[in-house]
């Protein structure tokens, strides 16, 4: 297996599509050689814990609604393309994702990791829940199979939020800037939303490269 590293926020929009466009890749190549493992990184990690209204921040952002809608545009087609449900009106708060990440990282722990940020995603951009909010994390956790309250206890403490921290840190010293952020046998870097095609030759290289070293060693 190939070990597949990627950095990204479930708050980000693209690090949602740039998954479901790996997801489509990785659908097709049922035989890919990835073993993918998610990484923390908060796009802002000032953002205060219960999150700010949605449109608000928006608009701070972007220079006014008009900005924001501008900005948005090449989001949604790209979303449509990946076949993503975004309900942008469905979302009231921007959220804190700093839980969200140790959530991933308690799942990754029972080998729900993927799972439990498919799930995230799904919350945030498509039903437009709070995933900022410990009740709604906990029952997200329940959702995808693990033990809902002992999750909700341990959101009430703040067991590995240091540790969540330190690896965004850690990220950035590297020169991550933004996400998503791909990193292919901890060589080779893909900044962005990879549409399903580039992933597709990629699977195909590596799969072909994997075969003609089994061969050389069975010579």
């Given at each position: 297996m190939i070990r597949l590293d990627i950095l990204s926020d479930i708050a980000c929009p693209w690090c949602y599509v740039g998954k479901a466009y790996l997801d489509r890749a990785l659908e097709a190549h049922a035989d890919h050689p990835f073993a993918i493992e998610w990484h923390p990184f908060q796009l802002n990690p000032d953002m205060p814990k219960e999150g700010m209204d949605r449109r608000a921040y928006m608009e701070a952002k972007f220079g006014g609604k008009d900005g924001a809608v501008r900005a948005y545009a090449p989001l949604v087609q790209h979303a449509e393309q990946a076949g993503v449900e975004l309900n942008l009106e469905k979302i009231a708060r921007t959220p804190n994702s700093l839980d969200a990440h140790r959530l991933i990282h308690w799942a990754g722990l029972e080998g729900r990791q993927t799972p439990m940020v498919a799930a995230l995603f799904r919350a945030l951009w498509r039903d437009g829940r709070d995933v900022g909010n410990?009740?709604?994390l906990a029952d997200i956790?329940?959702?995808?199979?693990?033990?809902?309250a002992m999750m909700r206890r341990l959101l009430d403490g703040d067991g590995d939020v240091e540790d969540i921290r330190a690896r965004d840190a850690h990220a950035r010293e590297r020169g991550v800037t933004g996400v998503p952020c791909f990193v292919i046998a901890n060589q080779h870097v893909l900044q962005g939303a990879q549409p399903t095609e580039t992933w597709g030759k990629i699977i195909g290289e590596l799969t072909e490269r994997i075969t003609e070293m089994q061969r050389d060693a069975e010579r």
């Amino acid at each position: 297996m190939i070990r597949l590293d990627i950095l990204s926020d479930i708050a980000c929009p693209w690090c949602y599509v740039g998954k479901a466009y790996l997801d489509r890749a990785l659908e097709a190549h049922a035989d890919h050689p990835f073993a993918i493992e998610w990484h923390p990184f908060q796009l802002n990690p000032d953002m205060p814990k219960e999150g700010m209204d949605r449109r608000a921040y928006m608009e701070a952002k972007f220079g006014g609604k008009d900005g924001a809608v501008r900005a948005y545009a090449p989001l949604v087609q790209h979303a449509e393309q990946a076949g993503v449900e975004l309900n942008l009106e469905k979302i009231a708060r921007t959220p804190n994702s700093l839980d969200a990440h140790r959530l991933i990282h308690w799942a990754g722990l029972e080998g729900r990791q993927t799972p439990m940020v498919a799930a995230l995603f799904r919350a945030l951009w498509r039903d437009g829940r709070d995933v900022g909010n410990a009740d709604v994390l906990a029952d997200i956790a329940g959702e995808v199979g693990l033990d809902r309250a002992m999750m909700r206890r341990l959101l009430d403490g703040d067991g590995d939020v240091e540790d969540i921290r330190a690896r965004d840190a850690h990220a950035r010293e590297r020169g991550v800037t933004g996400v998503p952020c791909f990193v292919i046998a901890n060589q080779h870097v893909l900044q962005g939303a990879q549409p399903t095609e580039t992933w597709g030759k990629i699977i195909g290289e590596l799969t072909e490269r994997i075969t003609e070293m089994q061969r050389d060693a069975e010579r």
